[in-house]
């Protein structure tokens, strides 16, 4: 795996990472729950065609867009400390960007949302209110991930954490050292 | 290796173990404190916000559903706390595992008393 340049003391790199992690494990709890909410707020609409914004089922699932973007700017205002993290031009880490730019989208479509389902009470996940919601989601997802396999790519590159066994995992840590885990043009 | 302003001696050498510190602050390994007293918080709220569903909008939310929710919650929130602690630690000489298993077990007993008794 390619060496990256140490600009500042290992140890301080290590644990700098960890913190990151930190905050990460803390997001991914409250990503999974809100995998169990989708199936309590599905069944809160087979029973309840069309409720408000402010039903249990949908407080749990509307508070992780106030959790994750509130942690990930956390992870972005702390990442500044970890140098092989800044994305090109010394700019924040491209991962980062895309999951800013997918919760905007996200918080942006809540608000459509509520107005749609002011004049039409159906609540079919295909409908067209919902569309920039979801790959809203995906796009803060897929950024993400783009950003915590790099974290922990460094990790093992500093032998704090174990390298993969499987080379095509592997072949994934190195493209995201390098910073192309998702395009070998786009730094 | 370029350290910030203030640290290391002024142009030679690099970072001395003191640097290393002040640059570090609090050490992750020595952070199960907050980490533990974090969980306990989600906790808390978790039966709070069920508690709140059952409560006022039982039409919507009913208790066992609410009792199920909090239930699946407290596990994902231990398995969360858990690696916390475990990849802070790990590398380190600290070992808490005493802390990790009276904090669970507390949350196991109190999660499943108030899964018989609440609501």
Redesign the interface.
Known sequence: MAQMP????K??EI??L??I??IV??M??TA??VE??NF?DG??HQT?IR?SAF???H??LYSHFITLPLGWAAAAIYDRKVPVLRGPNNSINTGLKMTILGYLATMFTIGVNEMWHFWFVEEIFAVPNHWMFNMGVVVAFMGALAYVVRVYARLVELG?ETPGENPYVAEMYKMALEGKLYSRAIP | ??LPKGFGSSGAG??SSS??ER??GR??EN?TGI?TL?YIAAWLATFG??W???TY?PW??PTN??HF?FI??TI??A??YL??VK??EE?SKKNSNGIIAVTLGATTIGTLIISLYVG
């Open positions: 140490a600009l500042i003391p140890e301080v644990q700098r960890k913190k992690w930190l494990i803390a991914g709890s999974a729950s169990v909410d309590v069944s809160l309840s409720d039903t249990p089922a407080w749990w704090a | 290796m370029t690099g970072a640097d290393v640059m570090i050490r992750v952070m980490i974090s916000g069920t709140a569903g059952y909008y919507a939310y559903s609410g929710a699946v919650l994902i929130e398995i969360g690696f916390c990849v802070m590398g």
